[in-house]
């Protein structure tokens, strides 16, 4: 019996070594896309609208063909049909309900094995954002890949804390990428240094260079790009204007830290990396199942794994970190702010369909054009709601069980800044301003449950009824706040005005929190 026990355990050994040794499997990203078809049992997909406005398939702007779905399933309406007129209602019963059907329908759930993420700050610098003293760190999470050695997941992040600041900073997590601001370069007598012992090392290599060093002899291997203290720019480079200083300039001088967070070292943007990066490493490298997370959900992980970092870190207000994107990132963003309640704030930029944007609304972009395209931004479920013909019959966005309005509420009461731009300057029409300003007036109930302020507006989100407030008109008072501003596709003309609103409420005391 002994023997035959110890063969079993053996047998197992064996087998997980097996497992583990497994090569990913490299799929196209039109074989990752049939493959969750098949498993679907999808046959066709109708094609998503084309954003030429020349073509025969080209986006609706019609409004008077833009709501063919238009109402939207009641947040305060229990799956049973009874209301929800409480906020212990809300917690307890409803709010579940909507995270399960955006969990299992859009944007896939989190796996329950999720190994842990090591951070180590590999590089500190003493660096100039504009005109403010900074320490930045270049920090590197690495997640425990010992299950699965074939991948390896380094999350890349840039913390950039202010320091003529008393007391722990607001924070703002920002999608894009990890790079050092400014980073600190040799004063003049110590660049002269280096370039002296270069030349000696190059002549000793090749000594034909010897030569041009004498007929060069003001020549420097290394030119200087000291940085100006008073205008945190390297000589030579363009100056920024007024209009396109950026964000991180205005955030650490009005106190604020950052953290540059680069979404391609959680997960890849495109298909064919689905089986690599976290979503790959959990899955040992094989394809993905109908309700497993995308990249968008991937992403928030990996901003909330972030935040387990600044925790770490005395120097930030860990109560006071908001999560920042634009485009496909501001979908994230607002991902992250649904399923990620220890995040207090968000500033949710230019997001379009599968953010803020209605998916029921027939306005530029669609749910075909995520079905469609970018697919693997969402769950593997969320293509059936492209489908024209599978094994579950034709579905479109009106079998959706929820919409952005739902995903707008998960955030409630936490401070939820939703901006976009306009079409002239690029912020294009295909994103639907309109539509996500309904999704944004059909999630206040949720926020005024919860004893929030809201917009100001009247919640009917019917696209009769509601009225989008004027470009630079912000609608600022409340928790839930909206503005358009007169840029393109950016958030950057709404920075100052996220951070006086933030600011403001965090004079107010304590930020409103999730139970």
């Known amino acids: ?96 309900q909507i995270v399960e059907d955006v969990e299992r329908e859009m944007y896939g759930r989190l796996p329950k094995n999720i190994p842990g993420v090591t951070w180590r700050v590999v590089l500190t610098d003493k660096e100039m954002v504009g005109r403010t003293p900074v320490i930045a760190r270049r920090l590197v999470g690495h997640v425990d890949n010992s299950a699965y050695p074939a991948i390896s997941v380094d999350i890349e992040a840039t913390e950039v804390i202010p320091i003529n600041v008393k007391g722990p900073v607001p924070v703002l997590v920002m999608f894009g990428q990890s790079v050092l601001p400014s980073p600190a370069q040799p004063t003049s007598p110590e660049l002269e240094r280096v370039n002296e012992a270069l030349r000696k090392l190059l002549a000793q290599q090749d000594p034909s260079l010897k030569e ?5 002899p003001a020549y420097n291997p290394i030119a200087s790009q000291a940085v100006n203290p ?37 997960q890849a943007d495109n298909g064919q990396g689905i089986t690599r990066g976290i979503i790959g490493l959990i899955n040992h490298g094989q394809p993905r199942t109908p309700e497993q997370w995308g990249a968008l959900r991937a992403w928030a992980w990996g901003a909330a794994r972030v935040l387990d970092y600044l925790e770490t870190d005395p120097a930030v207000n860990t109560k006071q970190v908001g999560i920042e994107g634009v485009s496909r990132y501001g979908k994230a963003a607002l991902v992250t702010m649904a399923f990620e309640p220890r995040f207090a704030m968000g500033l949710i930029g230019s997001s379009g369909e599968g953010g803020a944007k209605l998916s029921r609304r027939n306005f530029g972009e669609a749910v075909e054009s995520l079905t469609g395209g970018e697919y693997y931004w ?68 949720v926020y005024q449950l919860l004893g929030a302020k809201t917009l100001g507006v009247p919640n009917d989100y019917h696209a009769d009824k509601v009225q989008m407030p004027p470009v630079l008109q912000g609608l600022l008072d409340g928790q839930l706040a909206w503005r358009q501003h007169d840029g393109g596709h950016t958030d950057l003309p709404n920075v100052p005005y996220f951070i006086e609103w933030a600011d403001k409420w965090r004079a107010a005391g304590p930020l409103p929190v999730q139970p």
């Open 1 to 96: 019996m002994k023997t035959i026990r110890c063969l079993a355990a053996l047998a197992l050994l064996v087998t997980c070594a097996a497992v583990r040794a497994q090569a990913p499997v490299t799929f196209t990203a039109e074989q990752d896309h049939q493959n969750m078809m098949d498993q679907l049992g999808i046959k066709t997909l109708r094609p998503g609208p084309s954003g030429d406005e020349k073509a025969p398939n080209h986006a609706n702007y019609d409004e008077s063909k833009a709501n063919p779905y238009p109402d939207l399933p009641d947040p305060l309406t229990l799956n049973n049909g009874k209301k929800v007129t409480t906020p212990q209602q809300w917690w307890t019963e409803r709010r579940p």
């Open 212 to 216: 041009i060093f004498d007929k060069y």
């Open 230 to 266: 008073f205008t945190g720019r390297v000589p030579g480079l363009p100056a920024y204007t007024a209009d396109t200083l950026p964000a991180t300039n205005e955030l650490v001088a009005a106190g604020w830290g950052y953290v540059a967070l680069n979404t391609t070292s959680i």
């Open 378 to 445: 969402m769950a593997g479920n969320f293509m059936k709601y492209g489908a024209e013909d599978g094994k579950f019959g034709r579905k479109t966005p009106g079998d959706i069980p929820v919409d952005a309005h739902d995903l707008i509420a998960l955030a409630a009461p936490r401070l939820l800044f939703i901006s976009y731009g306009v079409p002239e300057k690029g912020d294009a029409k295909w994103l639907d301003q309109k539509g996500s300003f309904m999704a944004t007036v059909a999630a206040q109930p």
